[in-house]
């Protein structure tokens, strides 16, 4: 069964930190690339990050440069997203996508990440 479990949402203060976790299995982790993305309420869903297979690319939307991180371990197939210095506004339900060459694509159940003010 293809599955991406996310882990480690949760409440922090503004100006804290999260760490999101997105492990995959049933499916080859080390032949997609994994993107971030968030949707807040009432809004739409926007990209938030991406790693490529390897890990050598990476991608981060212009309000998350300096403060996230995104990272991959294909030996856990695991994909981390590191977020440093919450703001409100970053309170949004965080999902991860797992994308292959050919668009097949798996996503996460999503995880609520909240930067309270």
């Known amino acids: 069964e293809v599955q991406l479990v996310q882990s480690g949402g949760g409440l922090v203060e503004a100006g804290g930190s999260l760490r999101l976790s997105c492990e995959a299995s049933?499916?080859?982790?080390?032949?997609?690339?994994i993107g971030w993305f968030r949707q807040a309420l009432g809004k739409e869903r926007e990209g938030v990050s991406c790693?490529?297979?390897?890990?050598?690319?990476?991608y981060y939307a212009d309000s998350m440069k300096g403060r996230f991180t995104i990272s991959r371990d294909n030996a856990k197939n695991t994909n981390y997203l590191q977020m440093e210095n919450l703001k409100p506004e970053d309170t949004a339900v965080y999902y991860c996508?797992?994308?292959?060459?050919?668009?097949?694509?798996?996503w996460g159940q999503g995880t609520q990440g909240t930067g309270s003010s």
């Open positions: 049933g499916f080859a982790f080390d032949d997609y690339t």
């Open positions: 790693i490529s297979t390897s890990g050598l690319n990476i």
């Open positions: 996508k797992a994308i292959e060459i050919n668009l097949k694509s798996h």
